[in-house]
């Protein structure tokens, strides 16, 4: 039971869609294999949703192949090999979340990111952003067997932290974020600015709070913070 009066120690921030907007990145390379294989354009507005379910979400978009699929596998490796070579080329931090940062740094909490992302492709952003220094955790779907919505990894990134995943608070623009967060105990805050899907919307996903810009977030933690 989460104590009334517990202070929070950490905000946990899912990748794609919640602390970066990484999807004009992500879409180039199904762009580039679309126009290789001679098919028509697909638009960055009708790739976004799908975003947020990585290689897996954009080849099906993007060709109409799930998992499991024949033609699967090998588009999933060319689409990793496209985009390993060009990660960060448009990805940035989403408008205000670098105020949000400060806000939780300031007020003594730690932070850090628990993707599905792999994680050496997490440290890379990361790193390239120049945020590795103030991130107390990074955390990939490879770090432990058990990736979203599994609370493994949010559990392991509390490890790292010392903290109380009850007195954490994850961050996320998926439902299994939401899944994963609760199942560890913590607070869950909905990022309806994100990716998000096309399926369930953000406020049918059961989260504490739900936020339509980062900056929310620092109106939402106030009282958790105070």
């Known amino acids: 039971m989460r104590s009334a009066n517990a202070k929070l120690q950490a905000i946990w921030f899912d990748l794609d869609g919640t602390l970066v907007d990484s999807a004009p990145d992500l879409a180039v390379p199904i762009h580039d294999m679309r126009k290789d294989r001679g098919l028509s354009p697909l638009s960055d507005e009708v790739l976004r949703p799908y975003t947020s379910m990585g290689a897996r979400g954009l080849i099906l978009r993007g060709f109409g192949v799930k998992k499991g699929d024949e033609s699967f596998d090998g588009l999933r490796d060319e689409f990793l090999s496209r985009y390993e070579a060009a990660m960060v080329v448009h990805t940035r931090l989403f408008p205000g979340m670098e105020r949000v940062l ?69 961050v996320g623009d998926d439902l299994r974020d939401i899944e994963a967060g609760r199942a560890a105990g913590m607070k869950t805050v909905a990022a309806a600015y994100g990716y998000c899907g096309d399926e369930l919307p953000p406020s049918a996903w059961g989260a504490d709070g739900l936020i339509e810009t980062p900056l929310q977030l620092s109106t939402w933690l106030a009282p958790e913070i105070a």
């Open 102 to 170: 400060e806000h939780i740094e300031s007020n003594g909490l730690m932070w850090g990111v628990v993707s599905n992302k792999f994680e050496r492709y997490v440290r890379y952003i990361i790193d390239a952003l120049n945020l590795t220094s103030r991130c107390t955790a990074i955390v990939g779907g490879d770090t432990t067997p058990l990736p979203k919505p599994n609370p493994a990894n949010l559990f392991y990134a509390c490890g790292v932290a010392g903290a109380d995943p009850r007195r954490c608070v994850y």
